[in-house]
Structures are given as structure tokens and as C-alpha cells.
Antibody, heavy 119, light 110 residues
Framework: QVQLQESGPGLVKPSQTLSLTCTVSGGSISSGGYYWSWIRQHPGKGLEWIGYIYYSGSTYYNPSLKSRVTISVDTSKNQFSLKLSSVTAADTAVYYC???????????WGQGTLVTVSS | DIQMTQSPSSLSASVGDRVTITCQASQDISNYLNWYQQKPGKAPKLLIY???NLETGVPSRFSGSGSGTDFTFTISSLQPEDIATYYCQQYDNLPLGPRTFGGGTKVEIK
């Protein structure tokens, strides 16, 4: 059974960089066949795809966030990470890491972690 | 970018009712559409992939149809445990293509 777990600070100051890591267990990122994604949800709002990474390091970023987002992968640790720079209160959200099966939907999600941007 | 318009944004129905949610894409997306259920405080759960394929373990009262720009998600007989918000999600079938969610439909019991 694949499991994903987000970790990182729950509080980030404005203008700083939000950093989260997703640890994958029960399956290997380097086995291929999936996009490893970050998705967020503002409080009481809908879902927003931030971007994703393939095990090779190839990435896709949401154009609305592209200038501030970096997603990286560490296959040796079976982890992938999100960095979002120059955050504002508008970046306060629950951040999910997830496994995207290409054409077949996102089948595994982390539990989500609330990140609040506040001084 | 492809925009996904989901309607209604909320609905109220009785137990046993047939519930229908629609999702319209701003351009032809073939059958590249998935549906998710999200309960409060939980991560979304995949219900339907590729417009009409039921994910393993999902009850058969859930179904999806459509292609091109117009898609429908149906709960044939609403159950109390189906209270949730439902999202459509499109994907680009090209490598490293974009993904976009619809705005969501909140389903409540009347």
C-alpha cells in the first residue's frame, strides 16, 4: 500500500520560502510510471494543481505559479519536495502531495498539511 | 490554458435521489477527465477516470460519461455517506501536460 506523508513548517513568514517534503512509502519513485504532484487547497476553496515531477527530474509547473515554484526529487530517499518563494497570505492553504497515474487520475494522496503565511 | 466549468456549485437532494453534476471544458479534451470526491478535512478520493471508468472499489452507483467538452457525473441513488464536494479534473495527454480542476460541487442532503 502506497503512502505519502507531507512534512515541513506549518507557519511561514511573508516574503520567505515555503518548503515541504513528501516521503513516499510502499512504492519507489524511481520505478517510473507516475507523476509526483503537489496540489493545494485554500481554506474553504477548491483544488489547485501546483505542479509535478517525474522521477527523471522533468517537471510541469502551473503557469500562474511558475516563477515562484521549484519541485525536486530525491530518489535515494524516496522523497520529492516543493519550494514556493516570496510567499504572501494568499499562499495560505492545505498542501497535498499526491501520485498521478498519468492518464488514470490521482490515486494516492497525503493527508495534507496546513501552511499559514503570517508574520 | 483549459478552463473547467462545473455546475451546479452546490445542490441539495434527498436520500435515494439521482444526482447529476456537469463539467464543461473550454476546449476539446477527448475523454481526459477524472472525478473526485472530497469529504471535509480529508484528501480527495478518485472515483472515475478517463470520463467513464470506475476506480477499483468505488460503488457502482457512481458513474461518469461524456467526451469532447461536456461531461456528466451521476450518483444513481444518493446515500448519506455521499455528502461531499465533487471535483472534475482534466489532464493533457501529452507528456508533462497541464492538469486543471473544476470549481467543485457541494452535495448536501435535503
Amino acid at each position: 500500500q502506497v503512502q505519502l506523508q507531507e512534512s515541513g513548517p506549518g507557519l511561514v513568514k511573508p516574503s520567505q520560502t515555503l518548503s515541504l517534503t513528501c516521503t513516499v512509502s510502499g512504492g519507489s519513485i524511481s520505478s517510473g510510471g507516475y507523476y509526483w504532484s503537489w496540489i493545494r487547497q485554500h481554506p474553504g476553496k477548491g483544488l489547485e494543481w501546483i505542479g509535478y515531477i517525474y522521477y527523471s527530474g522533468s517537471t510541469y509547473y502551473n503557469p500562474s505559479l511558475k516563477s515562484r515554484v521549484t519541485i525536486s526529487v530525491d530518489t535515494s530517499k524516496n522523497q520529492f519536495s516543493l519550494k514556493l518563494s516570496s510567499v504572501t497570505a494568499a499562499d495560505t492553504a492545505v498542501y497535498y502531495c499526491a501520485r498521478d497515474r498519468y492518464s488514470y487520475g490521482v490515486d494516492y494522496w497525503g493527508q495534507g498539511t496546513l501552511v499559514t503565511v503570517s508574520s | 490554458d483549459i478552463q473547467m466549468t462545473q455546475s451546479p456549485s452546490s445542490l441539495s437532494a434527498s436520500v435515494g435521489d439521482r444526482v447529476t453534476i456537469t463539467c464543461q471544458a473550454s476546449q476539446d479534451i477527448s475523454n481526459y477527465l477524472n472525478w473526485y470526491q472530497q469529504k471535509p478535512g480529508k484528501a480527495p478520493k478518485l472515483l472515475i477516470y478517463d470520463a467513464s471508468n470506475l476506480e477499483t472499489g468505488v460503488p457502482s452507483r457512481f458513474s461518469g460519461s461524456g467526451s469532447g467538452t461536456d461531461f456528466t457525473f451521476t450518483i444513481s441513488s444518493l446515500q448519506p455517506e455521499d455528502i461531499a464536494t465533487y471535483y472534475c479534473q482534466q489532464y493533457d495527454n501529452l507528456p508533462l501536460g497541464p492538469r486543471t480542476f473544476g470549481g467543485g460541487t457541494k452535495v448536501e442532503i435535503k
